[in-house]
């Protein structure tokens, strides 16, 4: 019996030596160095192995030969905080191989409360307002739901100064920064990663550098970083970076540019100098760096296109204003030509015209028929005079209607995604092709930007190396947001893991037909269970919150 025992020891050991092993792929594990052929092997949710392991065996094998092996991409911009909670399976950015997403703009979902009007509180897809108030009550949600990516959060200067100040412009007082402060503390204490902002309209186009100085040095304490979406990504735009450098500066916080770009087709071909400007700074000393999606169209809304003014008091506000006739000459001259003297960022402008402007989804079922359609075509079918269809529409549809807007140059996001300091983010957010979540026209980075990346960039137009373009998608991303357990293929690190035909991944998604998913992306593993599986979805939802690590305030 002993005898029995001791043969059927050292098999039960090899049975039970890993839960799933990546066998024969190509691995690219991050770093950027040159890849190799070897095995990934993975026990609970974290890597224990990586190299030849032929004398071992797991409860699962999944074959990747002639398959790339790559740490799960992070999505470093992503706007799925709502989409989340109508569906945690995240189809469109599981298909592309994201399972870190990284959420809060201008506007985050915390803190919910203070003098935001009720009616101005982000309404729920599946119907109502948020039944949180802070960050911990938000990610309990997501997690008592489940969901199958990890996700993370900044805290959006705009959803403090409305909590704090309302809809209103004007310089905050002693009493109303300190709280500002005291929010950002409260959310930095409760992991969001740092203080983000959306300058180029209301709210953000409200708070003042000095304002947004005093929230991140609040979040400084906590390794904060701050991540914006600068004021003008168009005429100003120098003048716009050079703000970002200097609320890093003064606050001593690491700065990241949104989808770094420049919105505004009379500077086309002006990257180059732009690039120079961040790379001078960081030279300085200055932390700053970028994330750009692999797209020249960029998604706001219509409503960008009215004046910074008529936007004070809220959304039915901006429409009293563009119903009274008084105001007409004066919302004229800013909409087509600019306010002189300004910093605010007019998507018109910019554009160059109604041509540029594709209209993505309106709330109004009398006006659906214009989904996906320019903005120049629905002109020209409504039969009225340009400004008359503009407001028509977002008077219609409850003041936003979700446009994408053709305002920026391929050669210009080409030079910026090449540079070291420049990582991915898509811009996007989680849906589906079928639900609640294919309704409207969305941007195709919605399902196609990290395929893109890897099949236009990398395959075939060697715009990127395949082992550069990784690690912008995982390490580089990790590093920004404090997840240094993720990001790499090593022993020890969490087990996110993307698996894909780097001979076929691409996007299918187009403007025209946007709900396309991706091919080429194998299998996707979170937190060491499987979520794609040879393409297919699993329905597993093992998604965690990634918090800022820190020590505390100083």
């Not at 979805?537 to 998604?543: D, E, N, S, V």
């Amino acid at each position: 019996m002993r005898t029995l025992v001791f043969l059927l020891l050292p098999s039960l050991a090899l049975a039970q030596d890993f839960d799933l092993v990546i066998r024969g792929g190509r691995i690219v594990d991050g770093t950027g160095n040159p890849s190799f052929i070897g095995d990934v092997a993975i026990r609970g949710d974290r890597i224990v192995a990586i190299g030849h392991l032929t004398r071992t065996a797991a409860r699962r094998t999944i074959d990747a030969d002639g398959l790339t092996v790559a740490p799960g991409f992070i999505d470093m911009h992503n706007h799925s905080d709502y989409t989340l909670l109508a569906d945690g399976n995240a189809q469109s950015m599981i298909r592309q191989g994201v399972t870190t997403m990284v959420l809060g703009e201008g506007e985050s979902v915390a803190p919910v409360g203070g003098k935001q009007p009720p009616a101005s509180r982000r309404v729920l897809i599946s119907g109502g307002a948020p039944d949180w108030t802070d960050f911990n009550g938000y990610f309990a949600r997501l997690l008592h739901q489940g969901i199958s990516t990890n996700i993370a959060s900044y805290v959006g200067s705009g959803q403090i100064w409305t909590y704090v100040h309302g809809e209103q412009a004007g310089p905050p007082a002693a009493a109303e920064l300190d709280q500002m402060r005291a929010l950002v503390r409260q959310a930095m204490e409760q992991g969001a990663l740092g203080v983000s902002s959306s300058l180029s309209g209301p709210p953000g186009s409200w708070i003042d550098t000095d304002t947004l100085v005093a929230m991140c040095e609040a979040a400084a304490p906590y390794g904060g970083w701050y991540s914006t979406h600068m004021r003008t990504e168009g005429r100003g735009v120098f003048e716009s970076v050079a703000e970002a450098i200097e609320i890093g500066r003064r606050a001593h916080v690491p700065v990241d540019i949104i989808h770094l770009k420049i919105a505004e087709h009379t500077m086309w071909g002006q990257m180059p100098e732009l690039i120079a400007t961040i790379a001078r700074a960081r030279a300085e000393g200055v932390q700053v760096q970028a994330n750009v999606y692999p797209y020249r169209a960029g998604q706001n809304d219509l409503a960008s296109i009215i004046p910074p003014w008529a936007h004070e008091g809220g959304t039915e506000a901006m429409i009293r204003r563009l119903q009274d006739p008084s105001l007409r000459p004066r919302l004229e001259s800013e909409i087509l030509h600019g306010i002189p003297g300004s910093n605010w960022y007019d998507h018109y402008t910019a554009t160059g015209g109604w041509d540029g402007m594709l209209l993505v989804s309106l709330s109004n079922p009398q006006y659906k028929k214009f989904e996906g359609m320019r903005m120049n075509q629905v002109i020209e079918a409504v039969g009225k005079p340009s400004l008359d269809v503009l407001f028509e529409l977002l008077e219609s549809n409850g003041g936003s209607v979700p446009t994408v807007y053709f305002h920026h140059s391929e050669q210009d996001m080409r030079f910026a995604l090449q540079q070291p300091f420049v990582s991915i983010g898509s811009d996007g957010t989680a849906v589906s092709i079928d639900g609640p979540l294919a309704a409207g026209h969305p941007h195709p980075r919605f399902f196609g930007t990290f395929p893109r990346i890897l099949g236009r960039y990398v395959r075939e137009q060697h715009v990127l190396t395949l082992e550069d373009a990784i690690r912008k998608m995982t390490s580089a991303n990790a590093n920004k947001i404090g997840a240094f357990d993720r990001g790499l293929l090593r022993p020890g690190m969490m087990a996110d893991v993307t698996v894909f035909d780097a001979a076929h991944v691409i996007d299918n998604a187009t403007f025209e037909k946007p709900h396309q998913y991706a091919t080429g992306i194998e299998y996707v593993v979170v937190n060491g269970r499987v979520v794609l599986d040879h393409g297919q979805h699993t329905g597993a939802r093992p998604g965690m919150i990634l918090k800022r690590q820190h020590s505390g305030a100083a």
